[in-house]
């Protein structure tokens, strides 16, 4: 890190997160003017008018510019698709933003007036609001019992996208403006469905010329900040930064420093056209790598220029910032935007990826220990061990479980289950936590309603009776207290699975409905294959793959819970299945039993297996879960975007539950696992806090026995290892032989937390001490003083393996 | 089908030979290491190690016990009176906290070889394997030897790590089996070696002195540092004499005291005898590498 990178990041953190207005008022009295007209049509304008109207920043120093709001890590705000939180919190219900426990958003005043008054146009059209409406009584019933849960592509837009970089980066987006005039001229109107696609073509061409004229606003900055401009160097910076800016991304980038300015110009833009999250970055190292090749040999950059630019565009990435409405910020605690960066995996001709950009990547990473973007390290069997070495060298000195680990062997396989072409396989990059995406090429990696996996169990252990809200949703077949064997129980509760994964699909069948009608953004999905061909937006089908799923919670939980039953009611016979239930109801409360509920929660927690041990009685009821879940959504579901196009069009299945395992065990009462009403379930596919005892090897065999072909939108495998077990080399050597078997044994991926328990609770006495300290929550790193303290101790209590 | 009567099977060990590991702990020892850090590896007999941290002092252990074995001791808690246990296990099935565990239990050599194969893609691909530790494992020469034989079909390989105070030979039944021999001197004054562990240290050295003429294998000699015992400048001068005059020693390892077994003393109902000497880190023990680099031998800190 240089001086100037060093300030910079300085200053990333000395900034407070802020909500800025600008872009809700641009937005709102543009689409009070385009009312009649098509959707398409008036989004594109809208677009274009927030990006014309709204202030241009260029900071001291910066060498990458751009800016999402009036301030950095300032959010702007999203009012169609959802505003009835932004009034309740700005009155202080549940919180008021700036005194939120994670989180915090500061504002003034004003701020808050003109988003009100903005808000008032909303009111009756947002697509929250509508989805609400629309939803069947029973759907209704099952979100607000904290079964499924779509907010987070409701109340906002669609995320999980990763546009095609490589492509504007060669062609610019002079080339897709072209092919979208011309696919546009090539319609025969007089056939049907072609008028609507001459409104999103209309549409594309005028949300990349958007782009272009919010790129010459920037370089306008450069050029007049540059006139007054004293120091020499930095005013020749800024003329260079405005000539740079006046090329891309309109045309092909000429060097290094254009790329790289490009791609930024492409994330914060697409941002800018709708807030859902999750816009990665692809494989960034192989679409940039040509220009730091060329730049090297033509002695126009040196290595640590480079690496300084990759410094400042990392930075720039946490520069943008999103605000959610509280409910839906538990779910992602950590001012998270899943923008994840990929490295490494392999070449169209099987050999290793990695180039010299792949290690600028980690060194950035491991340099300025930031949150954002997410470090990936694809790794497939020809991986250089060297580069693993390096990679996980940064993991210790990063302390935030950045690089993370994924497996191409894995994610290949499961691609394939899905029919993805061959050569497109190996392109596959994380998008978001972990979800698989083609870049360039599959619309959305992750998307519909999170579902409550152990919340579905508590339903049938009560016969389909939700305890917490006392709505009956689906009768069990058997009354669960009559049942002789665990199969029976677990037959009850595959007939509860299937009836909410079936709600799941009817829910996103309707949001997608709504979308079509109310939020076509025609830019975005112009970077996408092939929706100008087909005159499509992303969520009509333009894309080449899709396939639908939102994230899951507690499968983990679940199995533990089978295991436990199993072994301890219906093998050991400790206790009895009325026992039990009456255990769970009172949540291990009632000490008048023999045993005593507490007792019963000791058992159930100390006598049972536990996955996580490479126990097959733990682990195997994990496995028959995960195959009813996974095979469901690959075979027995279609997404609506079926036969517009798209493949494969099915669901598919996501482990990576954020922050989202806290808030949805807040849903559930006390379960079989020995969890108590409120806890959290686990994380991903991590065995549950406190139940590994085995060690590393045991963890990554449990986890290496599931079924990870269906896992296309990942399952999180986090380890926390302590500081002194990566000293050395040797030591970090053993850590890649166990990253290396877990991967043969198609393990997707892993993360690994490297701090001591001490270091974190004396951060939750004394955060000011600790701004910069980091920790990977789940497939995500975020600040760890700006988690909320039950969060914390989540982390905290995370077994550590003796490693 | 031999059998070996086992108190801990650690998994992905680091610390415990080349690549990743899994250590075997065998029960019994011949010696009473003052600084023992594993005092439930000392007796052959099982015995019940008792966890304070865990214990809620719901009493259900002394209520099932038939033996009356169970007393409460203010200083250590619910302690197993290991004249009177008969090893039934109600006691530790009955704690639903599981504070009281069963140290020692008899294995097969076919339910060994099936538990730790469960980590062989691990030993393959780091060059690791299994190490056998103890108490002193050579007491079950025959029953690592028919291990060490199973395992080496597999290609996985063989460490033992001996205290050496045993007859020649059991090594010499498991010495062609074992890839590597970790080897303990503790003093080199037989007086002061009686003192500090209950015997004499003629067999001892004798039994390297075969092994550093005899045993093909990597042979590595360890020398626990413990303030107040052996830390003097003379005994480890003594020490290093010794090995230099021995043949293919690969090196000698410097192993820092530490405390870490302390909660299995109160836990067994025994006094700890190093009373409060703080761990020892190991940058603390560097110095030595300068001090006695004079000597031929390769000397590392662990």
């Known amino acids: ?803 | 089908m031999k059998k070996g009567r086992i108190f801990n099977i650690e998994r992905f060990a680091t610390e415990d030979g080349p690549g990743i590991r899994t250590v075997v702990f065998l029960k019994g020892c011949g010696l009473r290491c003052k600084w023992c850090a594993n005092p439930e590896s000392q007796s052959f007999e099982k015995e019940v190690l008792f966890n304070s941290r865990r214990c809620i002092g719901c009493e259900r252990c002394i209520k099932v016990c038939g033996e009356n074995a169970i007393r409460y001791i203010e200083e250590y808690g619910y302690i197993t009176n290991p004249d009177l246990c008969i090893h039934c296990e109600k006691c530790i099935d009955n704690c639903y906290t599981n504070a009281r565990t069963m140290m020692g239990k008899e294995y097969t050599t076919e339910e060994l070889i099936e538990e730790l194969l469960r980590d062989k893609e691990y030993y393959h691909m780091s060059g690791g394997g299994i190490t056998f530790s103890g108490g002193e494992p050579l007491f079950y020469s025959s029953f690592i030897r028919e291990c060490a034989e199973i395992l080496k079909e597999h290609n996985i390989t063989t460490l033992i790590e001996t205290c050496g105070h045993i007859d020649i030979d059991n090594i010499k039944e498991v010495q062609e089996y074992s890839d590597y021999i970790f080897y303990d001197i503790k003093h080199m004054d037989s007086k002061i070696h009686k003192k500090l562990t209950g015997r004499g240290n003629e067999l001892i050295l004798s039994n390297l002195t075969w092994l550093s003429q005899n045993y093909k294998g990597n042979l590595s000699v360890r020398y626990p540092y413990i303030p107040g015992c052996n830390d003097d400048i003379e005994s480890i001068d003594d020490f290093l004499n010794f090995v230099e005059g021995l043949e293919n020693i690969q090196e000698v390892v410097f192993l820092p005291y530490h405390r870490l077994g302390l909660p299995k003393y109160s836990g067994l109902g025994r006094k700890y005898e190093m009373g409060d000497m703080e761990s020892l880190k190991k940058k603390q023990l560097e110095h030595l590498k300068v001090l006695f680099d004079d000597y031929n031998i390769n000397i590392k800190i662990q």
């Open chain 1, 1 to 803: 890190m240089n001086e100037r990178i060093m300030g910079l990041r300085k200053n990333l953190f000395d900034i407070k997160p802020r909500i800025c207005a600008e872009r809700c008022t641009i937005f709102t009295e543009s689409m009070k003017e385009s009312e009649g007209l098509p959707i398409a049509i008036r989004r594109a304008n809208a677009f274009y008018e927030v990006l014309d109207k709204m202030t241009i920043n260029v900071s001291k120093d910066e060498l990458i510019v751009g800016n999402q709001a009036r301030w950095p890590k300032a959010s702007p705000i999203y009012p169609e698709y959802s505003y009835e939180w932004l009034i309740e919190e700005f009155d202080g219900n549940p919180y008021y933003f700036d005194e939120r426990p994670g989180d915090k958003f500061y504002y003034d005043e004003e701020t808050k007036e003109s988003i009100l008054s903005s808000i008032e146009y909303w009111k009756n059209k947002s697509l929250y609001e509508n989805l609400r409406k629309t939803l069947p009584e029973e759907i209704n019933a099952a979100w607000d019992a904290g079964v499924i849960d779509d907010t987070w592509v409701s109340a906002c837009g669609l995320g999980n996208i990763i546009v095609d970089y490589d492509l504007v980066l060669k062609k610019g987006l002079r080339d897709v403006i072209a092919r979208a005039e011309k696919r546009m001229s090539e319609l025969d109107l007089k056939e049907p469905g072609n008028v609507r696609k001459k409104w999103f073509l209309e549409a594309a061409i005028k949300g990349n010329k958007a782009v272009v004229n919010f790129s010459n606003r920037i370089a306008e900055e450069c050029e007049n900040q540059a006139k007054d401009m004293e120091d020499e160097k930095r005013k020749k910076e800024l003329l260079k930064l405005a000539d740079i800016c006046r090329n891309v991304p309109l045309n092909p980038a000429r060097n290094f420093h254009e790329a790289v300015q490009c791609v930024y110009m492409l994330l914060l833009t697409v941002h800018l056209e709708s807030n859902g999250h999750a816009i990665s970055l692809g494989r960034f190292d192989q679409y940039l790598y040509p220009f730091y090749k060329k730049d090297i040999e033509e002695n126009r950059i040196t290595r640590e220029e480079a690496l300084e630019l990759v410094e400042a565009f990392f930075i720039k990435c946490n520069e943008i910032n999103k605000l959610r409405s509280w409910g839906d910020s538990e779910f992602f605690i950590g001012y998270q935007m899943f923008i994840n960066l990929t490295v490494g995996g392999q070449t169209q001709n099987g050999e290793d990826a990695i180039n010299e950009v792949s290690h600028l990547c980690i060194e950035a990473c491991e340099n300025l220990r930031l949150f954002t973007p997410s470090v990936s390290v694809k790794w497939f069997e020809k991986t250089d061990d060297k580069f693993m070495l390096k990679a996980l060298e940064a993991v210790t000195k990063h302390q935030g479980g950045q690089p993370a680990f994924y497996n191409d062997k894995a994610f290949i396989r499961t691609l394939d289950n899905m029919g993805i072409p061959k050569e497109d396989q190996i392109e596959w990059a994380p998008d978001g936590c972990i979800e698989a995406s083609i870049p360039g090429k599959w619309d959305f990696a992750a998307k519909g309603p999170w579902l409550n996996v152990e919340k579905v169990l508590e339903i049938t252990l009560n016969n389909g009776v939700d305890p917490n809200t006392g709505r009956l949703f689906k009768k069990t077949n058997r009354n669960i207290a009559d049942c002789e064997s665990i199969d029976q129980i677990f037959e009850e509760y595959k007939e509860m699975l299937k009836y909410f994964m079936d709600l799941q699909v009817i829910t996103e069948h309707i949001n997608d409905e709504l979308h079509v009608l109310n939020d076509i953004n025609a830019y975005r999905s112009s970077l996408v294959e092939d929706c100008i061909g087909r005159g499509l937006d992303l969520v009509e089908g333009g894309a080449l793959y899709s396939a639908d799923g939102g994230p899951t919670a507690g499968t983990i939980s679940s199995g533990d819970a089978f295991a436990a039953m199993e072994d301890i009611v219906f093998d050991k016979k400790l206790i009895n299945l009325d026992q039990l239930l009456h255990a769970l109801e009172t949540n291990f409360e009632d000490l008048t039993t023999t045993p005593t509920g507490e007792e019963i929660r000791a058992i159930l927690l100390n006598k049972a297996p536990k996955f996580g041990n490479d126990d097959d009685k733990a682990d195997s009821w994990v496995v028959k879960i995960q195959d009813f879940i996974g095979s469901r959504y690959r075979y027995e579901y279609k997404s609506s975007k079926y036969g517009k196009g798209p493949i494969p069009c099915c669901y598919s299945y996501s482990q990576s539950p954020v922050t989202g395992n806290i808030a949805f065990g807040k849903m559930i009462g006390a379960t079989p696992d020995g969890r108590k009403n409120g806890d959290p379930v686990n994380n991903g596919i991590s065995p549950a806090n406190g139940s590994e005892k085995n060690g590393a090897t045991a963890a990554c065999n449990s986890v290496g026995k599931l079924p990870s072909i269906w896992f296309q939108k990942g399952a999180i495998f986090n380890m926390r290892l302590a500081e002194s077990m990566l000293e050395t080399e040797a030591q970090r050597k053993r850590v890649i032989d166990l990253i290396k078997v877990l991967f043969e044994n198609y393990g997707q991926h892993i993360q690994f937390n490297v701090v001591d328990g001490k270091t974190y609770k004396d951060a939750m006495k004394n955060p000011e001490k600790y701004n910069d300290l980091m920790v990977r929550v789940s497939g995500y790193s975020a600040l760890f003083t700006a988690l909320s303290p039950e969060v914390q101790m989540d982390v905290i209590n995370r077994a550590e393996l003796e490693l």
